[in-house]
Nanobody, 124 residues
Framework: QVHLTESGGGSSSAGGSLRLSCAAS????????MGWFRQAPGEKREFVSA????????YYADSVKGRFTISRDNTRNMVFLQMNNLKPEDTARYYC?????????????????WGQGTQVTVSS
């Protein structure tokens, strides 16, 4: 069983930066897609970014391209999300996700494991 634990959320003013981290325990070295979704109050869960384990292919939602950067540390089974130039519309609970296999998808139901989430709040 894989457990995902996020850290690094918090508050920022618009234009600021935050870095999210996620540690995966119980994960093996099979290729996988690891990344982030977010959910604002009253909204559906939204794909943010993901990266494959072996080749390091990355994927981003259009809303965060050029501002957010995803990275992975396979030796520690961790994924990171560097968020720069934050906007109030980035305010949401951010969830770390892992999908067995590497076919990229924005469909939340196709991700096998989810963390508890970490809150990000951006003020204008």
């Amino acid at each position: 069983q894989v457990h995902l634990t996020e850290s690094g959320g918090g508050s920022s003013s618009a234009g600021g930066s935050l870095r999210l981290s996620c540690a995966a325990s119980g994960a093996d070295d099979r290729d996988s897609l690891m990344g982030w979704f977010r959910q604002a109050p009253g909204e559906k869960r939204e794909f943010v970014s993901a990266m494959t384990r072996n080749e390091g292919r990355s994927y981003y939602a259009d809303s965060v391209k050029g501002r957010f950067t995803i990275s992975r540390d396979n030796t520690r089974n961790m994924v990171f999300l560097q968020m720069n130039n934050l906007k109030p519309e980035d305010t949401a609970r951010y969830y770390c996700v892992l999908r067995l296999g590497v076919i990229a998808t924005t469909e939340p139901r196709l991700y096998n494991y989810w963390g508890q989430g970490t809150q990000v709040t951006v003020s204008s």
